[in-house]
């Protein structure tokens, strides 16, 4: 298996990738909901209200998929990731309603990355944790945009997992993820403070710096600039052209997550050839 072309490890990714990010988009729909249900009950908990009767929304795990409006549970054909929308020409089957592009965006998005992980680092260890790196900031940046939540249902094990790999080491020696970590959650704990006292308004939520720490475990504390850098001209451009095309307004908020997760993927996968080229390119080298 070891001997396999990179060519032929690579497309093994793409597919798996394709079959993950059908998955991913259960978890950006469903696991919203069920955190919504839960705080309503420990709500109802605290206030000694009645217990909620109304049915819990469906599990990501157990619940087969079906269509959000009929609620018709979906054939085989239909949950053929990218192919079956595509088959279905972007409706549901029964019922006609149009397909949220989401599901053909994300199981593509999670396809292309994880063939590029696969190839940057090929078959081993680096490449399979690389491959839950990437699924887990596909389905929090997912997550985000729809609802501007980051769960720590996934920021926390995606934060852990940077310091155990570290203890191997994989990717950093643990000194430098536990102080990425540190430095990755002050950092934007600190801007969001100190944005607070002077507009008395809240710039950015707590699981931006959950993310950013997570970040800062798994690539060390040299990487927490470019990241923010980076994720701060993703999001200037993504907004700019927003509001250019009268999409939103500039009163609308936008979640920073996608643009800290995009960021912190590229820096992960590309970091050290985006440093020399920035080096050679500004003479420094």
Sequence with gaps: M????????????G?????????????????????AASWRNEARDVLELE??????????????????????????????????????RGRCRYCKTPISIQYPLVEL?????????????????PALAGLTFTWTLIALAGIDFRTQLLP???TYPLLWLGLLLSLLPLFVLPTAAIIGAAIGYL??????????????????????????AALGAWMGPTALLPIILLSSLIG???GG??????????????PFGPFIAAAGWVWFIAGHELLQTYMQWTGLR
């Design 15 to 35: 597919v798996l990738g394709l079959l993950v990010g059908s998955f991913l988009n259960v978890v950006i729909l469903r696991l919203p909901e069920r955190m």
């Design 241 to 254: 052209g927003l509001i250019a095309l009268r999409k939103h307004g500039r009163e609308v908020p936008m």
């Design 51 to 88: 217990a909620d009767q109304s049915p819990l929304p469906p599990g990501i795990v157990r619940e087969p998929s079906h269509c959000p409006h009929c609620k018709h549970r979906l054939s085989v054909l239909d949950n053929i990731p990218l192919f079956g929308w595509l088959l279905l």
């Design 152 to 154: 720590d249902q996934l």
């Design 236 to 238: 200037a451009l993504v």
């Design 187 to 212: 950092s934007l704990w600190s801007v969001y403070w100190l944005f607070k006292l002077l507009t008395g308004k809240e710039g950015m939520g707590y699981g931006d710096f959950k993310l950013l």
């Design 109 to 125: 998005l999670s396809g292309l990355l994880s063939a590029a992980m696969v190839w940057k680092f090929g078959f081993g260890w």
């Design 2 to 13: 070891l001997e396999l072309s990179p060519w032929v490890w690579t497309a093994i990714a």
